[in-house]
């Protein structure tokens, strides 16, 4: 083999005796913990996020390395499926202006919240989810699940959950598409009972004006709708709880938060203002 590789047997032996290097120790280490990481994501993270969780860690290494380390031991993010997109607006209800613009990245908490609605297949039917998000930290504050898709079990829940976790104290701008339910009589209530409160509608037609609350619906479904066969309604309702709530709100890191949490942000700002 030294003959045919045209190396010296010292060399050989030399090298078969100091064992692994260095860098080969590093990328074991290093592969173990991209495991650990990958697998605690549920197998959604790619080498972006799992980067920015090792540097957060205090391990530095490069995002061009982890995608290598991934793709030799086999690991790859869940594929993403196209998103498709259902809005009833359909109706004779009065439409507001787009005031939001596509103006994604508020000053502060609670300047703009927006919502949307999407729908989830379970062996016992169709479940929808209404989500109300607010720009600045990207946290879901306000959802709701339904059978149905009366405002009264949409975005009215979802809106009540929003309210009694986020006080209205100052100017709000509330966006959404040109959906029934957010048109509807009685939603428009809610809206026009705080006088803080401007409700904006995307254009007609236009997903990329709601372009953060589809985002959002897109995530969802790629990293766990479209990977689940949801026997009953139950099952659907403790899945999208438990992403919600447990690992979108408070686990997963968020590219357009520079890889915070959206309630590391949210407790961040309210330390500052506390401090100040």
């Known amino acids: 083999m030294c003959k045919v590789l045209k190396v010296s047997r010292s060399s050989y032996y030399r090298w078969f005796s100091c064992g692994p290097s260095n860098r080969a ?3 074991s280490l290093f592969t173990d913990l991209i495991r650990t990481i990958f697998d605690s994501s549920q197998r959604t993270y790619g080498s972006p996020r799992i980067t920015a969780e090792l540097n957060r860690q205090g391990y530095h290494i490069s995002k061009r390395r982890v995608a290598k380390l991934m793709r030799l031991n086999g690991m790859r993010s869940k594929v993403i499926r196209k998103y498709r997109i259902t809005t009833n607006s359909n109706h004779r209800y009065p439409i507001c202006r787009n005031y939001l613009n596509r103006n994604f990245t508020p000053n502060d908490l609670n300047e703009a919240w927006v919502s949307d609605i999407t729908y989830i297949q379970t062996k016992q039917g169709w479940l929808y989810l209404t989500t109300v998000i607010d720009l600045f930290d990207r946290q879901v504050i306000g959802w709701a ?3 149905t898709l009366y405002t009264n079990e949409t975005i009215i829940p979802a809106w009540k959950m929003a309210v ?8 709000l701008l509330f966006h959404s598409d040109r959906g029934i339910q957010y048109a509807s009589k009685e939603f428009r209530k809610y809206i026009k009972s705080n006088k803080l409160i401007t409700q904006s509608m995307s254009r007609k037609g236009d ?3 709601n372009a953060v609350a589809e985002s959002f619906f897109k995530t969802l479904k790629s990293e766990l709708i479209y990977h689940h066969s949801f026997k009953t309604i139950e099952d659907a309702k403790l899945a999208v709880f438990e992403y919600i709530e447990i690992w979108y709100n408070r686990r997963r890191l968020h590219s357009s938060l520079n890889y ?10 309210n330390n500052l203002k506390y401090v100040a």
Not at 164 to 171: A, G, L, M, Q, Y
Not at 260 to 268: A, G, I, Q
């Open 207 to 209: 997903c990329w004006d």
């Open 145 to 147: 699940l339904s059978t």
């Open 25 to 27: 120790l590093e990328n």
């Open 260 to 269: 915070k949490t959206p309630k590391e942000v949210e407790l961040e700002v």
């Open 164 to 171: 009694s976790k986020r006080e209205i104290t100052k100017p």
